[in-house]
Nanobody, 113 residues
């Protein structure tokens, strides 16, 4: 599975962005998909994940502001990010567990105060 992440950019605090992660093949059988964020000088941290049945899980810092969804018909996963904060800044990487884990190339999100 090849993953292509997109949708990052530079926004001001309080604004929104939607990230997309397009897969090269069907995601209907993918067990878990999600997003990690890597801030400058830090390790990657899980932001959100969605399980095949639709169950979602979020990091506490984004709960209530971010929404993860997947569209199996389009082989694409999304991360809607609202009320962005400067601490949301980082490179966002999408992943898919098939069960082997595949990664997208990352998309940079910069939130200015």
């Amino acid at each position: 599975v090849q993953l292509q992440a997109s949708g990052g950019g530079l926004v001001q605090a309080g604004e929104s962005l939607r990230l997309s992660c397009a897969a090269s093949s069907s995601i209907s059988s993918v067990n878990v998909m999600g997003w990690y964020r890597q801030a400058p000088g830090e390790q990657r941290k899980l932001v959100a994940r969605i399980i095949r049945g639709g169950t979602t899980d979020y990091a506490g810092s984004v709960q209530g502001r971010f929404t993860i969804t997947r569209d199996n018909a389009k082989n694409t996963m999304y991360l809607q990010m609202n009320s962005l904060k400067p601490e949301d800044t980082g490179v966002y990487y999408c992943f898919a567990q098939v069960p082997s884990t595949y990664w997208g190339q990352g998309t940079l999100v910069t939130v200015s105060s």
